[in-house]
C-alpha cells in the first residue's frame, strides 16, 4: 500500500464551493479541530506505514488524514462501512470534510484495511491530544468529575455449551473443505458430520426441564464424542496437508493461514469440551474465569451487574470518566467483573496528571463506595467527595453528610454521566461491538469516544463564539 497525497480540489470543486455547497456547521467545526493539530494526522500516518518496508511505492491508499475523517465521521453518523462509502461518494459536502473532493471514493474494504492498521495506543493518544488541547483553549478546567461503569457488548450469540459445540463442528467442517478444495489429491478421510452435531444440538435446546434430568446427560455425550471425532480427524487433516507437496507457493501460503485457523480453533473447541464434560458429565461447578463463551471473540467477559432486565452480559466491562463540560477524560476496557471501588484512586490519578491538579468535586455512584475509595479522595486533596456509602449503619457525621446540599447537587451533577453513555449506546454506536478481537475492541471504544469528544468540542465553542457576540 503506498501513502497517497492528499488530493487538491478541482475548478470543479471550487466552483460548487462558490455556490454555497458547505459542509455542515457541526462537521466543519470537527474539521477545523482536525486541522490545528497536525501531531494527530503524524499518528495516523505513523500506523499506516508500521510493517511497510517501501510505504511510498505500490498501489495507491488512503491518506492518513482521509483515514481519521472517514473515521470519525464513521462514528458521528454511526454507520457502516458499506454506508459510509456509499453516503461519502454520493454527498459533495462529506467528500470536502474526508478531503476526497472530486477524487474517487474507494471500495468498503479499503476503509476495512487503513482502519485495521490503527493501535489501541494510538487511539488512546487521539483522545488525550484532543482533550489536551481543549484544556489548552480554556473549554475545560477540570474542576468536575464524574465516573461510572458500564457494559460494551461483544458480537456473540448467547452461549450455551450445546450451541459451541455445534459451533466448532460446523466451523471446523467448512475450513476442512476449504483445505480439501486446495489440495483434492489429499488422501486423509474426513466426514461431514453438520447435520447429526445440529440435531443433537437442536435436541438438546428443545428439552424440558424434566426431560433434562433423565436425558440431557446422554445427548451431551453423544454431542461431545461427536465433536471430539471431527477434531481429531481435521487435526489429520492438517497434517496430512501440510506435509503433501505444494503446487505452488501461494496455494501453500493459503494452507498455512487455514492450518493456522484450525489450530486456534481446535484449542477454543478443546476448552468448549472440558467445560461441557466438567459441568454436565460430571456435575461439577465450573469457575467463570475457567470458562469460554464465544469460539469467534473468546476474550469475551460474563459481567454480573445486578440488573433485573439484564441479571448476565456478555462483553467487556467499560470505565467512563468524565468531565464538568461533557469531554470524557479517560476510558478504560476492564478485565473481568473487578469491583467498581477499586478504580477510584487510578481515575484520579489520571485527572492529576491531565489537569494538573485535583478535582474539587469526585462524584460517582454507590457502587464506587468504599473507605479505601474516600481515603483516596482525601488524598488526592478533592474538597467534595461524593459517593454514597452503600451497606452497613452509617454514622451520624456520614449521614449528615450526604443530606447536605453539596453533596446532594454533586448527586445530580453524577447523573449526567448516564445520559452520556446513553448517547455513546444510541448515537454513537457503543452498545455492540462487531470488530473481531480485544485489540479492535478497545480500539472501537477509543473512536466511539473521540468522536464524542470531538463533537463536545465543537459545541462549546459555538457557544463560546455565540457568548462573545453577545458581549459585542
Not at 473481531?436 to 463533537?455: D, K, Q, S, Y
Request: hydrophobic share 40%.
Amino acid at each position: 500500500m503506498r501513502l497517497s497525497v492528499s488530493p487538491q480540489p478541482s475548478f470543479a470543486d471550487l466552483e460548487l464551493q462558490r455556490q454555497g455547497l458547505a459542509v455542515d456547521e457541526a462537521l466543519q467545526a470537527i474539521g477545523n479541530i482536525l486541522d490545528a493539530q497536525a501531531g494527530l494526522i503524524e499518528l495516523v500516518r505513523q500506523d499506516l506505514v508500521r510493517g511497510l518496508r517501501k510505504p511510498h511505492t505500490g498501489r495507491g491508499g488512503l491518506t492518513a488524514e482521509q483515514t481519521l475523517r472517514a473515521y470519525v465521521l464513521k462514528q458521528v453518523k454511526n454507520w457502516d462501512l458499506r454506508e459510509l462509502r456509499d453516503r461519502t461518494a454520493d454527498g459533495f459536502t462529506l467528500r470536502i470534510f474526508t478531503h476526497f473532493f472530486s477524487a474517487s471514493v474507494p471500495t468498503h474494504k479499503a476503509f476495512h484495511r487503513a482502519f485495521c492498521r490503527l493501535q489501541p495506543q494510538t487511539v488512546r493518544a487521539l483522545n488525550e491530544a484532543v482533550v489536551r488541547g481543549a484544556v489548552a483553549q480554556g473549554l475545560e478546567d477540570g474542576q468536575q468529575l464524574r465516573s461510572d461503569t458500564t457494559v460494551v457488548e461483544t458480537n456473540i450469540h448467547f452461549p450455551t455449551d450445546s450451541g459451541l459445540l455445534w459451533d466448532g463442528v460446523r466451523v471446523l467442517t467448512r475450513l476442512v473443505g476449504k483445505l480439501q478444495a486446495l489440495l483434492p489429491e489429499l488422501a486423509a478421510p474426513f466426514v461431514n458430520h453438520t447435520r447429526r452435531a445440529r440435531r443433537r444440538m437442536q435436541e438438546i435446546q428443545r428439552l424440558t426441564p424434566k426431560q433434562r434430568q433423565h436425558q440431557q446427560v446422554s445427548k451431551y455425550r453423544e454431542l461431545i464424542t461427536l465433536t471430539t471425532a471431527v477434531l481429531s480427524s481435521a487435526r489429520a487433516v492438517v497434517t496430512a496437508a501440510l506435509a503433501a507437496p505444494c503446487p505452488d507457493p501461494l496455494t501453500g501460503t493459503q494452507i498455512d493461514a487455514l492450518a493456522k485457523d484450525i489450530a486456534a480453533y481446535g484449542d477454543r473447541i478443546d476448552r468448549v469440551v472440558a467445560q461441557a464434560r466438567r459441568r454436565v458429565l460430571q456435575g461439577e461447578a465450573v469457575a467463570t474465569e475457567d470458562k469460554i463463551f464465544s469460539i469467534f471473540e473468546p476474550h469475551t467477559d460474563l459481567i454480573k451487574r445486578g440488573k433485573v432486565q439484564r441479571p448476565v452480559e456478555f462483553g467487556h466491562k467499560v470505565l467512563l470518566s468524565e468531565s464538568g463540560h461533557g469531554l470524557i477524560t479517560d476510558y478504560r476496557v476492564l478485565e473481568g467483573n473487578p469491583p467498581d471501588d477499586r478504580h477510584v484512586a487510578p481515575s484520579l490519578q489520571h485527572h492529576i496528571a491531565l489537569f494538573g491538579g485535583p478535582p474539587t468535586l469526585a462524584a460517582h455512584d454507590r457502587g464506587f463506595y468504599s473507605l479505601a475509595a474516600i481515603q483516596a479522595c482525601q488524598a488526592a486533596g478533592v474538597a467534595t467527595e461524593c459517593i454514597p456509602q452503600r451497606g452497613g449503619r452509617k454514622t451520624p457525621e456520614r449521614a449528615a453528610y450526604e443530606k447536605s446540599r453539596a453533596f446532594r447537587r454533586g448527586q445530580r451533577f453524577r447523573a449526567g454521566i448516564e445520559g452520556r453513555i446513553s448517547v455513546l449506546f444510541r448515537g454513537r454506536g457503543m452498545k455492540r461491538c462487531l470488530l473481531h478481537g480485544r485489540e479492535r475492541f478497545e480500539i472501537f471504544v477509543g473512536l466511539a469516544v473521540l468522536a464524542n469528544n470531538l463533537l463536545v468540542i465543537a459545541d462549546l465553542l459555538k457557544r463560546r463564539a455565540a457568548r462573545r457576540r453577545r458581549a459585542a
